[in-house]
């Protein structure tokens, strides 16, 4: 099962901020939170990852609180080409394997 | 950095056929690689891990004598779909990760393959 829950959709309008939080009550003391963009036909693309506080890189900032329970991934000035789904990550141990499972994503639509 | 390319990407074939999907990590090193399936509008479903020089993981519900997965090499993974059913069709992707450099090291994916049996 998925570690991490999501709201399914959101829908934004062009320029304006979008934030999408995730929950992942279960997470390990060791877990880093990782978010990835997935457009139609293309695999997932790697946005930022954090272990805690906040994490900023050129495309996105992502902001966790002291109890990493829940993570916000936020996109400034979002386009129309941002509209794609958001998947929240934490990883899963199993059988010696540090693995991804994912949940349903959050399809964001951006509005002109 | 990190790129993860997947060969090919579109497969059209006829039912019974057996379909080989490469994956190459061009840049770095994986010793843990992912396969992964998609149907329309859902989410990802991991079907099986591999380890370099170790046998696959399979989750699951996923058959290992169908999807017979290698990875010889610390750049190369395939997925072979065997005698392939129209029930088979999906979009496949792997992913790739270098897990001797710690758990803050993500996994890249590559662009799928669109697989559809006639």
């Known amino acids: 099962l998925a570690k991490t829950t999501q709201p399914i959709s959101m829908d934004s309008y062009e320029g304006q901020e979008v934030n999408i939080t995730c929950s992942h009550n279960n997470i390990a003391t060791n877990d880093y939170i990782t978010w990835y963009q997935q457009f139609p036909s293309q695999g997932p693309r790697f946005i930022i990852q954090g272990y805690k506080t906040k994490v900023t890189n050129e495309v996105a900032s992502l902001f966790i609180p002291a109890d990493r329970k829940s993570s916000t991934l936020s996109l400034p000035r979002v386009s129309l080409s941002d509209t794609a789904v958001y998947y929240c990550l934490v990883g899963d141990w199993d059988s010696g394997t540090y693995k991804y499972i994912f949940g349903t994503g959050t399809r964001l639509k951006v509005l002109a | 950095g990190a790129v993860v390319s997947q060969h090919p990407s579109w497969v059209i074939c006829k039912s019974g056929t057996s379909v080989k999907i490469e994956c190459r990590s061009l840049?770095?090193?994986?010793?843990?690689m992912f396969w992964y399936r998609q149907f329309p509008k859902q989410s990802l479903m991991l079907m099986a891990t591999s380890n370099e020089g170790s046998k696959a993981t399979y989750e699951q519900g996923v058959e290992k004598d169908k999807f017979l997965i290698n990875h010889a090499s610390l750049t190369l993974s395939t997925l072979t779909v065997t005698s392939a059913h129209p029930e088979d069709s999906s979009f496949y992707i792997c992913?790739?990760?270098?897990?001797?450099?710690?758990?803050?090291?993500?996994?890249?994916f590559g662009d799928g393959t669109r697989l559809s049996i006639l």
């Open positions: 992913s790739a990760r270098d897990a001797s450099q710690g758990l803050n090291q993500p996994q890249h």
């Open positions: 840049d770095f090193q994986a010793t843990t």
